[in-house]
């Protein structure tokens, strides 16, 4: 077989991903099998693909690709979020670009014709990016959150919600985005302290000359006061019971007013109350019964009220303000002010506090089986200490604001007729309750009205466990998949999405939407800063993969990536994982390369080798058991790649690898073509073309012999003797090639190494197979037993042994006692550390036996260790 020199990606890549496609092996439908079910948190779909995307897209892959070799069946659902804000903004954009004209001019009927032609045209384009990563998810169940089954569910829960009084619309105060011009949820609303300034602003009382200070971070909201609060105990302003104050820029008069809410340590002590535009004066006004006066005008330009600011944006009035105060000698003083922000999550606008009429669901109702799933950990979360996260949020819920004043979305499914609001899944169905309602059988189409807002892009995303199996309408698939196994997302949306699932999971089935939550960091650079595009340190996703290849770039991703941590990316872990395909690349072709000899017996070393390699394989695929339970990934790879690179590549082909021009055993060769697939099995769902293209080339495979579904390796039984053996043999050699190194001694010159045995025997790991290793990768004689320290032998330690080499000329006394000497103090570090812990009686007391015994061999291994350091550098001071 003819395998090229380097191992290719751009040829690669390509090819086993059209056969795997063909091949059906990313479809699933329900069956007999257990199921293994993630969904994919569904990216935008005007989203393309970033470094978040794809780390956690290469954890999802990890984990459908290992449960499909496991003989599950693996069901990864892919889709698309219709992202109303962002996509709406997009949409306008283009008309206004390309085509000429405005959203208000074509009206929503037309809008909505070209949003969704904007949509097809450039929606989507993430998931064939993911492809290229090697995603395997089911493409033939791709879903869109608008399509007809997923806008069917959001109806159909809104009207549930309504009907069982858990949605109601009040007038409230909300988070505007003037941007957008639409209202936000909480969280949606991010906050960062910003710099601004404090304006100390002169309020003189009616018909005087004395004023009363008020510090105001929003001066152009002054024309909007309608009341002055100060706190009712404190006495420099109890004069002003039943007096009013002049609003500065304006010709009215606002009462003063008494409230506990006032901070007496704020400024003077003093409050403006402007009720249409700050929550808390919203309240206090509702209290005192003030008049409300909105300035604001829906994009934040100041409307006919605002009075001598009218027209100007909120930012030129604020300066504008200061002028007129300025100039009206009411401006005390304008200090410098570090305050919290609230900016849109989606366009980064200042938010506005409005008074509005929105859609709320009265999430207290629904909230208590999402909490106590996850406390009693009927829903685990990993890390597990995003349980106080989660915890904290839940118990201080607030009700859910739905509304968006949009059109690009789900129309609420409301109808107005006078003073009546009809909900119902259609509008026959609202036409038929407003005739009930009225007794009017003569009411038609006409006589109703539609809410005109959509419906948050999160209440459709809340229900995406459900209705991406259409559970609503059918049974077959939800009753099968659901609930789904886990789900892989970032910490940021524990509240926007994770929270709101479990609550809709146990709203609409009564249990849990997945059993497991695996939360990912966030990918930062080396520096720790959040990826940006201002920063210029996020790299294009697709650009790494044209230069490294997919497999190194999800091997870059997945080593910098612990449980639950962020993510500093290097992109030289992606040239190390380049490197690694060509490692084993190399390894192919040297196996490949070997002539086999179907009489030729295998020797002691040979036999030993087989035995570790299949020990080793055995101990990493239990290992690694552990590690998915505990969704430590990064650190199942890692373990991995050293097994591979080093006990594979390093030593188990270099023991069994023939001398030039001779044979290899037949049966050695079957055995290590074996070792060699199963090693790409277990590697398979962290770099699956490479491992394909290797699985392939090992043998003759039949048409759909593949990687992919090829079984995990048995976890036969490890023989612990030689795992041990070869670990020490290792240490040896290690140790050997150091002391080459520091001396200069050539690897051609053969070393003679003694060991210190009293009984004179030999341990069994330096004799036979084990000395044809160490002969072969140390290049030493056969290793004799002593007694004593040999006259002018140099000594070394590797475990709890002690050695001696004939070093001869090239023993340096002096830099040997210092060696010595510095391990001698490590070792009495460690020794104290060891004898302060089992001097702790309640740690005897306490601890489990087991780890109490292994506190005892640690001391018992320090003690010898320190026997045989003391009694070398004894050996020194003799010899110098």
Request: glycine letters at 6%; aromatic letters at 10%.
């Amino acid at each position: 077989m003819d395998i090229s020199k380097h191992f290719s990606p751009s040829e690669t890549e390509d090819k086993w991903y059209r056969h795997w496609m063909d091949k059906g092996y990313f479809q699933s439908k329900p069956d007999d099998r257990e199921p293994y079910t993630i969904l994919i948190p569904p990216p935008n779909v005007t989203g393309v693909l970033h470094m978040g995307h794809m780390l956690n897209n290469t954890i999802q892959d990890v984990l459908i690709r290992r449960a499909r070799s496991e003989g599950k069946n693996a069901c990864w659902v892919p889709g698309t979020d219709h992202a109303s804000i962002a996509t709406e903004a997009k949409v306008v954009k283009w008309l206004r670009e390309e085509k000429g004209f405005s959203k208000g001019e074509l009206g929503r009927e037309e809008f909505m014709k070209y949003a969704w032609e904007w949509t097809d045209k450039y929606g989507g384009i993430i998931l064939k990016q993911l492809q290229k990563l090697g995603a395997s998810a089911d493409w033939d169940r791709t879903v869109f959150t608008m399509d007809e089954v997923r806008s069917d569910h959001v109806i159909k829960a809104f009207v549930d919600l309504y009907e069982s009084g858990k949605l109601y619309r009040g007038l409230r105060m909300v988070n505007w985005d003037p941007e957008a011009k639409t209202v936000l949820s909480n969280e949606e609303v991010l906050y960062t302290a910003e710099q601004g300034k404090l304006y100390h602003v002169r309020y003189k009382l009616e018909d005087s000359e004395e004023y009363v200070v008020i510090a105001t971070t929003r001066p152009e909201t002054i024309v909007a006061d309608t009341g002055v609060a100060v706190h009712p105990e404190d006495k420099k302003y109890a004069h002003l019971k039943g007096k009013k104050l002049r609003v500065p820029m304006t010709d009215r008069s606002v009462p003063v007013i008494f409230d506990d809410y006032v901070d007496r340590e704020f400024g003077s002590g003093a409050l403006k109350i402007t009720p249409a535009h700050d929550p808390n004066d919203y309240e206090i006004g509702l209290r005192h019964e003030l008049e409300v006066v909105d300035i604001f005008n829906p994009d934040a330009t100041v409307n006919d009220k605002g009075g001598p600011l009218k027209g100007l944006d909120r930012f030129e009035a604020r300066d504008r303000a200061e002028e007129l105060l300025e100039q009206a000698g009411l401006l005390e003083k304008v200090e410098d002010h570090t305050h919290n922000v609230g900016r849109s999550e989606r366009t980064n606008s200042v938010v506005e506090p409005r008074l509005s009429k929105q859609w709320y669901v009265n999430m207290k109702e629904i909230v208590k089986p999402a909490l106590e799933a996850v406390e009693e950990k009927d829903i685990e979360f990993f890390p597990e200490n995003m349980i106080n996260t989660y915890r904290h949020w839940m118990n201080n819920i607030r009700d859910w604001c739905i509304s968006r004043q949009l059109w690009w979305g789900h129309r609420i499914p409301a109808w107005y007729c006078e003073d009546r609001i009809f909900v119902a899944e259609n509008e026959a169905q609202a036409l038929e309750k407003a005739r009930k309602e009225f007794n009017n059988p003569n009411l038609t189409e006409k006589d109703l009205r539609q809410d005109e807002d959509v419906l948050d892009t999160w209440f459709s995303s809340w229900l995406w466990p459900v209705s991406v199996f259409n559970g609503f309408r059918s049974k077959e698939e939800i009753d099968y998949y659901y609930p789904t196994t886990v789900l892989v997302t970032g910490w940021d949306i524990i509240f926007l999405w994770v929270a709101r699932m479990i609550m809709a999971g146990y709203e609409w089935r009564g249990e849990r939407p997945f059993r497991d939550v695996y939360f990912t960091g966030m990918v930062r650079d080396k520096q720790r800063r959040k990826m940006s595009k201002s920063l210029g340190n996020s790299p294009d996703a697709l650009k790494l993969i044209d230069k490294y290849g997919a497999d190194g770039v999800r091997f870059g991703m997945l080593s910098c990536s612990p449980a639950g941590g962020d993510l500093l990316f290097d992109e030289n872990l992606c040239e190390q994982g380049r490197n690694f395909s060509n490692k084993i690349w190399n390894a192919l072709r040297l196996v490949k390369g070997w002539e086999a000899d179907p009489n030729q017996k295998t020797n002691d070393a040979e036999g030993i080798a087989c035995t570790w390699m299949e020990s080793r394989i055995s101990q990493i695929s239990v290992e690694m058991d552990s590690n998915f339970d505990q969704y430590r990934i990064s650190e199942a790879m890692i373990k991995l790649y050293s097994v591979i690179w080093n006990d594979f590549c390093s030593w188990y082909l270099e023991i069994i690898k023939p001398g030039k021009g001779k044979t290899i055993s037949g049966g050695l060769l079957e055995k290590t073509i074996g070792y060699f697939e199963d090693l790409m099995v277990l590697l398979h769902p962290f770099m699956p073309f490479v491992t394909e293209e290797i699985w392939q080339n090992l043998r003759e495979r039949k048409y759909g012999e593949d990687c992919i579904v090829a079984e995990q390796p048995g976890r036969g039984v490890m023989d612990e003797e030689k795992l041990r053996a070869m670990d020490l043999v290792h240490n040896l050699v290690t140790r050997i090639r150091e002391i080459r190194n520091k001396y200069g001694i050539p690897f051609s010159e053969k070393l003679d190494v003694k060991v210190e045995c009293k009984g004179g025997e030999l341990p069994s790991w330096l004799s036979g197979g084990y000395c044809q290793i160490l002969e072969k990768f140390a290049k030493v004689n056969p290793i004799q037993s002593t007694p004593e320290h040999p006259e002018g032998w140099m000594c070394f330690l590797s475990g709890n042994s002690k050695y001696f080499v004939d070093a001869g000329k090239h023993l340096d006394l002096e830099a040997e006692k210092e060696r010595l000497l510095k391990e001698k103090g490590q070792a009495e570090g460690f020794l104290k550390s060891v004898e302060k812990k089992l001097q702790n009686k309640r740690f005897v007391d306490n601890a489990p036996a087991k780890v109490v015994e292994k506190e005892r061999k640690k001391q018992e291994d320090g003690t010898e260790r320190l026997r045989i350091i003391n009694e070398s550098l004894k050996e020194l001071q003799r010899l110098g």
